[in-house]
């Protein structure tokens, strides 16, 4: 074999092993396409116990105002879902857990009464939102379809991380409180949904997340489940999750 065949099979493997090593790489590369990101609107399956993001730690926190915001009553004959079978109104439901949550501390206010039905209009929550310049918002409501936990915060705050790690906590306390699964109906899923509260109007729930302030709108349990099977009747149990979620967020 003289000296140029030489070069030409050197060339030819070169050539190979760079097509070769090109390909692996972009083989590899493949593996590690992030997920598509929708902008406005996102969901995930929530992990139980990794409620990562930013530091919320705050040993004051028993000091400052948490404002409770019970689903619905915005106008009269505004109670959201109600079911004849089992009695139950939803603006009642989350009022009373709200009123649970709120024995637990002092600075806990709600944006509506949490003693009875009241009407408050969105103009008047917001109103209280903005003379309580709270810590954070909670509002309350109860869904219709599956057993589930599902978190709305805004996707346009500059307090989206805190708003996620706030869901996060208080979903965790709920699916860990075992009082609360003792004898229902198991919660079968938690999700923390993102969306833009400017697309919904004063009337829908989730306009009350266009507050700056780092915000949940909780969507618990269904309002479809009989009255013997549904965690959403332990009110004192669900009140004390929720508040441990809280104590979690910043601890
Ligand atoms: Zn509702």
């Keep these: 074999m003289n000296i140029q065949n030489m070069e030409v099979i050197i060339l030819i493997l070169l050539l190979g092993g760079g097509s070769f090593y090109m390909y692996t790489i972009f083989q590899h590369e493949e593996e590690f396409v992030p997920e598509p990101q929708v902008a406005l609107e996102e969901e995930e399956r929530i992990d139980l116990y990794t409620c990562q993001g930013v530091d919320t730690s705050d040993p004051e926190w028993k000091d400052k105002t948490i404002l409770l915001d019970p689903g619905h009553m915005l106008f009269d004959g505004d109670e959201g879902f109600s079911n004849a ?14 009123q649970s949550l709120s024995f637990s501390g002092s600075n806990f206010l709600g944006t509506r009464s949490l003693e009875k039905e009241e009407v408050a209009s969105t103009n008047d929550r917001v109103q209280r939102i903005l003379a309580q310049n709270p810590a954070l918002i909670i509002s309350f409501h109860v869904g219709e379809g599956e057993n589930t936990l599902n978190a709305f915060v805004s996707s346009t705050s500059e307090n989206i991380q805190e708003s ?29 949904i993102s969306l833009n509260p400017k697309f919904y109007n004063e009337n829908d729930p989730e306009f009350i997340l266009r507050t700056k302030k780092p915000a949940v709108l909780l969507e618990m349990g269904s309002i479809n489940i009989a009255r013997n099977e549904n965690f959403l009747t332990s009110k004192l149990e669900l009140g004390e999750a929720i508040y441990k979620g809280i104590g979690d967020y910043y601890e």
Excluded: P, W, Y
């Design 85 to 98: 079978s089992n009695g139950f109104s939803e603006s009642t439901m989350v009022r009373e857990i709200a």
């Design 164 to 192: 996620r790690k706030l869901a996060c906590n208080i979903i965790n306390a709920i699916i860990q409180n075992d009082e609360l699964h003792n004898g229902n109906i198991e919660i079968e899923g938690r999700n923390v």
